[in-house]
């Protein structure tokens, strides 16, 4: 397909990729928007730039002659191309935005792991992590901000035991990356659920009303008509 279709199909897969009504992952971690642009195609691709490449990437390639900017997208293209036929179909399309929308997800593990794996031997245990988190709370259990940081700590290591599979309280990067984004793994969305519970439900009877549902939404900056 020449460029222009190739952006056509690439307008078509991002509509398909958001149609679905979003759940409220944001609950647990605030995915960003694949572009702060506007989706128009009427008037340019940008959205669809975004989309595509990542916003921060798009950046680059604004940056990139014309033949560059060709060149790099060709070398993208062949990573999108699954089975070399030379055509990108519409579900190998598909498949490359899923993975651009993921990116963020997987960078962010990265930066993160370099951090907690204080021994670097390739494994986060929950002694690690809680060190690395919370060693400045274990020596002034009760700091000046006020906030409640052993409660915090509690549910980070419900977490971390849920995440564990194997349950010897040492994280795989597998593991480590369902403890940090558990909306992403079917065996968390227990987790997921409680602590969304819990931070609804502000008087803790196990129940969430009407008013604690509108000031949740209130302070999400959502629309509490939108259920």
């Known amino acids: 397909m020449d460029l222009r279709q190739f952006l056509m199909c690439l307008s078509l897969c991002t509509a398909f990729a958001l149609s679905k009504p979003t759940e409220k992952k ?34 680059s390639f604004d940056q990139l002659t014309p033949e560059e900017s060709k060149e790099r997208l060709g070398k993208i293209v062949s990573k999108i191309d699954d089975d070399k036929d030379g055509f990108v179909t519409v579900d190998e399309l598909k498949g490359w935005i899923k993975f651009a929308q993921k990116r963020w997800i997987h960078e962010d593990v990265e930066r993160q792991w370099k951090g907690h794996d204080l021994n670097e031997d390739g494994l986060v245990s929950w002694e690690e992590y809680k060190n690395a988190t919370y060693g400045y ?26 995440a564990d599979k194997d349950g010897d309280l040492i994280a795989t990067k597998e593991e480590f990356t369902a403890f940090l984004h558990p909306e992403e793994y079917d065996y968390m969305k227990d987790i997921v659920v409680q602590e969304t519970m819990e931070d609804i439900d502000k008087n803790a009877d196990g129940f969430i009303d009407l008013e604690e549902y509108i000031g949740w939404q209130a302070h999400q900056g959502g629309d509490c008509r939108q259920v």
């Open 26 to 59: 944001d609950r647990v971690h605030h995915e960003p928007q694949l572009s702060d642009k506007v989706h128009n195609d009427a008037q340019n691709f940008d959205y669809d730039h975004d989309a595509f490449l990542g916003a921060e990437e798009a950046k």
């Open 137 to 162: 709370v274990l020596d002034d259990p009760d700091p000046d901000d006020g906030f409640n940081y052993k409660q915090m700590m509690v549910r980070d290591e419900r977490r971390f035991k849920m």
